[in-house]
């Protein structure tokens, strides 16, 4: 086994049973992705994340919400004002996390036209392959 599979934590992500499985399947959404990118200069409220994540639904801005809280990577804080005032942050797990997920974010905003000449070229040979 190679050093670089060994972790101190005892979880092996390749194992079918492994409970790191379901944070990864968490961090494969590209909203969970953007909303912690979005916190990641400091909080903002809910309104504010929605107009920064277009395209998102309210629905799932709040779900996506909600699991983050769940796994300790968002805090919300409610001011007792009327309207109710709810504010989001990143915990310092959330932050921890914030740095590796901005860098792909980053990647993949530079590589964007590499990966679209990659699919033209594999769709121009689905197409002499159908042909």
Same mark, same amino acid.
């Given at each position: 086994?190679?050093?670089?599979?060994?972790?101190?934590? /005892? $979880?092996?992500?390749?194992?079918?049973?492994?409970?790191?499985?379901?944070?990864? !399947?968490?961090?494969?959404?590209? %909203?969970?992705?953007?909303?912690?990118?979005?916190?990641?200069? /400091?909080?903002?409220?809910?309104?504010?994340?929605? =107009?920064?994540?277009?395209?998102?639904?309210?629905?799932?801005?709040? @779900?996506?919400?909600?699991?983050?809280?769940?796994?300790?990577?968002?805090?919300?804080?409610?001011?007792?004002?009327?309207?109710?005032?709810?504010? $989001?942050?990143?915990?310092?797990?959330? @932050?921890?996390?914030?740095?590796?997920?901005?860098?792909? =974010?980053? %990647?993949? !905003?530079?590589?964007?036209?590499?990966?679209?000449?990659? =699919?033209?070229?594999?769709? !121009? @040979? @689905?197409?002499?392959?159908?042909?």
């Amino acid at each position: 086994m190679d050093s670089e599979d060994c972790f101190p934590s /005892g $979880y092996d992500a390749f194992r079918r049973t492994c409970p790191s499985h379901a944070v990864l !399947e968490t961090l494969a959404s590209k %909203w969970v992705h953007l909303v912690i990118c979005a916190l990641r200069r /400091g909080r903002l409220r809910n309104g504010e994340l929605a =107009r920064k994540l277009e395209g998102i639904t309210p629905k799932m801005l709040t @779900q996506t919400l909600r699991i983050l809280e769940r796994d300790g990577l968002v805090r919300r804080e409610v001011f007792p004002v009327i309207p109710p005032r709810v504010e $989001y942050e990143l915990t310092e797990l959330g @932050q921890n996390l914030a740095g590796l997920l901005n860098q792909i =974010r980053a %990647w993949s !905003e530079l590589h964007v036209p590499d990966i679209k000449d990659a =699919r033209a070229r594999a769709a !121009e @040979q @689905q197409e002499d392959l159908d042909a």
